[in-house]
Nanobody
Protein backbone atom coordinates (compact mmCIF):
# COMPACT_ATOMS: atom_id res chain seq x y z
CA UNK A 1 0.00 0.00 0.00
CA UNK A 2 1.56 3.27 -1.12
CA UNK A 3 1.60 6.02 1.43
CA UNK A 4 3.12 9.34 2.41
CA UNK A 5 3.88 10.19 6.03
CA UNK A 6 4.75 13.70 7.14
CA UNK A 7 6.62 14.72 10.26
CA UNK A 8 8.36 17.72 11.73
CA UNK A 9 5.53 20.10 12.41
CA UNK A 10 5.21 22.00 15.65
CA UNK A 11 5.02 25.35 17.37
CA UNK A 12 7.63 27.98 16.59
CA UNK A 13 8.00 31.70 17.15
CA UNK A 14 7.85 34.12 14.27
CA UNK A 15 11.25 34.40 12.63
CA UNK A 16 12.13 30.84 13.53
CA UNK A 17 12.66 27.73 11.43
CA UNK A 18 11.21 24.25 11.03
CA UNK A 19 11.97 21.36 8.71
CA UNK A 20 9.20 19.10 7.52
CA UNK A 21 9.84 15.60 6.21
CA UNK A 22 7.70 13.33 4.07
CA UNK A 23 8.56 9.67 3.78
CA UNK A 24 7.20 7.79 0.76
CA UNK A 25 6.66 4.07 0.45
CA UNK A 26 4.91 1.50 -1.68
CA UNK A 27 5.65 2.71 -5.20
CA UNK A 28 7.59 5.10 -7.39
CA UNK A 29 6.56 8.71 -7.20
CA UNK A 30 7.49 11.41 -9.66
CA UNK A 31 6.88 15.04 -8.81
CA UNK A 32 6.29 15.55 -5.10
CA UNK A 33 5.16 18.64 -3.35
CA UNK A 34 3.90 20.44 -0.30
CA UNK A 35 0.55 22.09 0.14
CA UNK A 36 -0.98 23.81 3.15
CA UNK A 37 -4.39 24.66 4.48
CA UNK A 38 -5.03 27.35 7.06
CA UNK A 39 -8.25 27.47 9.09
CA UNK A 40 -11.12 28.75 6.99
CA UNK A 41 -9.06 28.81 3.82
CA UNK A 42 -8.65 26.57 0.81
CA UNK A 43 -5.67 24.33 0.44
CA UNK A 44 -2.86 26.06 -1.44
CA UNK A 45 0.30 25.04 -3.23
CA UNK A 46 3.58 25.69 -1.41
CA UNK A 47 6.38 23.98 -3.33
CA UNK A 48 7.15 21.05 -5.61
CA UNK A 49 10.18 19.11 -6.78
CA UNK A 50 10.78 16.83 -9.73
CA UNK A 51 11.79 13.20 -9.37
CA UNK A 52 15.45 13.90 -10.06
CA UNK A 53 15.35 17.08 -7.96
CA UNK A 54 16.48 19.08 -10.97
CA UNK A 55 13.38 21.26 -11.01
CA UNK A 56 11.63 23.07 -8.19
CA UNK A 57 8.86 25.61 -7.95
CA UNK A 58 7.50 27.74 -5.12
CA UNK A 59 4.51 29.83 -4.27
CA UNK A 60 5.36 33.53 -4.29
CA UNK A 61 4.49 33.77 -0.62
CA UNK A 62 7.33 31.43 0.39
CA UNK A 63 10.03 32.19 -2.18
CA UNK A 64 13.32 33.01 -0.54
CA UNK A 65 12.20 31.56 2.80
CA UNK A 66 11.33 27.92 2.08
CA UNK A 67 13.46 25.30 0.35
CA UNK A 68 12.23 21.95 -0.92
CA UNK A 69 14.68 19.09 -1.34
CA UNK A 70 14.60 15.40 -2.05
CA UNK A 71 16.59 12.31 -1.09
CA UNK A 72 15.51 9.48 -3.34
CA UNK A 73 17.74 6.98 -1.55
CA UNK A 74 15.70 7.64 1.60
CA UNK A 75 12.47 8.12 -0.39
CA UNK A 76 11.97 11.36 1.47
CA UNK A 77 11.32 14.98 0.62
CA UNK A 78 11.90 17.90 2.92
CA UNK A 79 10.64 21.43 3.34
CA UNK A 80 13.04 23.72 5.14
CA UNK A 81 11.06 26.70 6.37
CA UNK A 82 12.95 29.78 7.54
CA UNK A 83 11.86 33.23 8.67
CA UNK A 84 8.47 31.84 9.54
CA UNK A 85 5.53 34.22 9.78
CA UNK A 86 2.20 33.92 11.54
CA UNK A 87 0.53 33.59 8.14
CA UNK A 88 2.47 30.36 7.57
CA UNK A 89 0.34 28.72 10.25
CA UNK A 90 -1.48 25.82 8.61
CA UNK A 91 -1.68 22.08 8.24
CA UNK A 92 1.00 21.08 5.76
CA UNK A 93 0.39 18.17 3.42
CA UNK A 94 2.80 16.16 1.33
CA UNK A 95 1.56 15.09 -2.10
CA UNK A 96 2.91 12.94 -4.90
CA UNK A 97 2.07 12.03 -8.45
CA UNK A 98 2.61 8.69 -10.13
CA UNK A 99 2.76 10.28 -13.59
CA UNK A 100 5.95 11.52 -15.18
CA UNK A 101 6.15 15.09 -16.40
CA UNK A 102 6.41 18.61 -15.03
CA UNK A 103 3.52 21.00 -14.94
CA UNK A 104 -0.21 20.61 -14.29
CA UNK A 105 0.43 17.69 -11.98
CA UNK A 106 -2.45 15.64 -10.67
CA UNK A 107 -1.45 14.44 -7.26
CA UNK A 108 -2.57 10.89 -6.62
CA UNK A 109 -1.38 10.44 -3.08
CA UNK A 110 -1.58 12.67 -0.03
CA UNK A 111 -0.22 12.46 3.46
CA UNK A 112 -2.26 12.94 6.60
CA UNK A 113 -0.85 16.40 7.29
CA UNK A 114 1.28 17.95 9.99
CA UNK A 115 0.40 21.09 11.93
CA UNK A 116 2.68 24.10 11.82
CA UNK A 117 1.85 26.93 14.20
CA UNK A 118 3.81 30.18 14.17
CA UNK A 119 3.30 32.43 17.15
CA UNK A 120 3.77 36.16 16.78
Amino acid sequence: QAQLVESGGGLVQAGGSLRLSCGASGRTFYTMGWFRQAPGKEREFVAKISRGAGSTAYADSVKGRFTISRDNARKTIYLQMNILKSEDTAVYYCAATTRAGWGNEKYDYWGQGTQVTVSS
